[in-house]
């Protein structure tokens, strides 16, 4: 452990394999399997670089872009960890080369991990002085080299597109100049999806249900990239097509159209599902499917599907277009769960109160308004349930008292005093528990 800690991958293999031979040499074959076992782990950590490169050098990879320098690590064939630094502002402008220098010596200036190869974008301003550096560092060679080809460039390909994404991330997580990445990022949408202008209303939705239970969708609207609260609508569904997907998806689509008035169409359409669910919303909107783009969004590929075509869009999803999408994606999911979690709530509770003798439409609709879940009313005690008009204290102590028992797995009766109180309020019919 303490060779990996290191940086010494290929000691701490050399350790491994020598111990875990002597156990099998000497018949202790369970702990030559956990000698076995650590080494496969030890081999899975990281992920691996191209197979050219796969030897057991060690090797860092250092380039710089920007204001940020990155050094990604590499042990036995595989990469290890990334580091990424930024450069004060003196050295901003500075060319290539000098920043390349600075990250180099400040980086393996505070590390004792010093590899045996690195591999720099362009050679450094001193490479030379560098080289011999590292070398006093390590107590050992170290190569410090800057292809220009081959396997080893590759390297610098990898290192320089990482460093470009993250410098992406940061810039769509900066509090400055929102607006323009917004509009760079519905501009981006238009030449992705071959629209003939930037799309300033879109609108996204997803479909939910459990087993057929509650199935419910929701529909959220994004104007000019940012959320339009005003435009999100729900679906209750009936539960003949609770456990149809895409069926789900046509009827929210169609019911939607036909609440909208001339001309108030989307400029995209955004599905949450794939192929299936695609076509669904195109047939479901006829016509219209003419004058808005239909794109599909498969959550765990984050490919597009887009159009009656069918155009298949793979694209990195740090892209500022992307981002867009998938929030409005992700916007749709959170809307439509709490929708789902709302309506099945509120449809266990009235099944709660429908089990309640002398319940009747009215309480039952005020205890809906008031509590609006299973778990509030549960948690209600008696003098809150007592608060309420037409409950009064005989009917609250006898709801308090059949909530505690329909949590209960076994049937109740209550008691004689009970029952008395029932043929008052409640009524003397035995309670059920709900399992």
Request: hydrophobic share 40%; net charge neutral; aromatic share 6%.
């Amino acid at each position: 452990m303490l060779r990996v800690l290191k940086g010494d991958w290929e000691g701490a293999r050399r350790g491994i394999s020598d111990l875990m031979e002597e156990c099998s040499a000497s018949m202790r074959y369970e702990e030559a399997a956990r000698w076995r076992n650590l080494l496969t782990r030890l081999d899975s950590l990281g992920w691996p670089a191209p197979e050219a490169v796969r030897d057991r050098v060690s090797r860092d990879i250092a380039a710089v872009r920007e204001n940020w320098g990155i050094i990604l690590q590499m042990r036995s064939g595989r990469f290890t960890g990334v580091v990424r630094l930024p450069f004060e502002s003196r050295w901003k402008l500075a060319a290539v080369p000098e920043r390349l220098s600075v990250l180099i010596r400040t980086y393996y200036a505070e590390t004792g991990d010093i590899p045996r190869e690195v591999v720099a974008m362009e050679p450094p301003s001193d490479a030379g002085v560098l080289e011999e550096w590292l070398k006093g560092r390590r107590g050992s060679a170290v190569s410090l080299i800057s292809p220009v080809r081959g396997a080893m460039r590759e390297l610098v390909e990898v290192a320089l597109k990482d460093l470009e994404h993250f410098l992406a991330r940061l810039e769509w997580k900066r509090p400055g100049g929102r607006r323009e990445r917004t509009e760079a990022a519905l501009e981006g949408l238009a030449d992705m999806l071959g629209l003939p202008a930037p799309p300033r209303w879109m609108v996204a939705l997803d479909a939910s249900t459990i087993q057929g239970s509650f199935p419910v969708a929701a529909l959220v609207s994004f104007r000019d990239g940012r959320p339009d609260k005003a435009g999100y609508r729900r679906f209750s569904m009936d539960a003949e097509i609770g456990r149809n997907d895409p069926a789900m998806i046509a009827d929210a689509v169609r019911r939607y159209l036909a609440g909208a008035g001339e001309g108030e169409i989307p400029s995209l359409f955004l599905i949450d599902g794939g192929i299936t669910q695609l076509r669904a919303a195109i047939g479901a909107a006829g016509d219209v499917a003419l004058r808005t783009l239909f794109v599909a969004i498969a959550e765990k590929e984050e490919t597009l599907l887009c159009g009656n075509e069918e155009r298949k869009i793979s694209r990195p999803v740090d892209e500022p277009p992307m981002r867009l999408l998938i929030a409005m994606r992700d916007e749709a999911h959170r809307f439509v769960l709490h929708y789902h979690r709302t309506s099945r709530s509120r449809g266990e509770m009235r099944s709660v109160l429908d089990d309640i003798p002398g319940i009747g439409p009215a309480l039952r609709g005020l205890l809906l308004s008031t509590f609006g879940s299973v778990d509030r009313l549960r948690a209600a005690t008696e003098e809150d349930l007592g608060k309420i008009p037409g409950i009064g204290k005989t009917r609250a102590a006898l709801l308090r008292r059949y909530l505690d028992e329909w949590e209960r797995p076994e049937q109740v009766r209550l008691g004689a005093e009970g029952d008395a109180q029932g043929r008052e309020g409640l009524g003397d019919q035995p309670v059920r528990s709900s399992r």
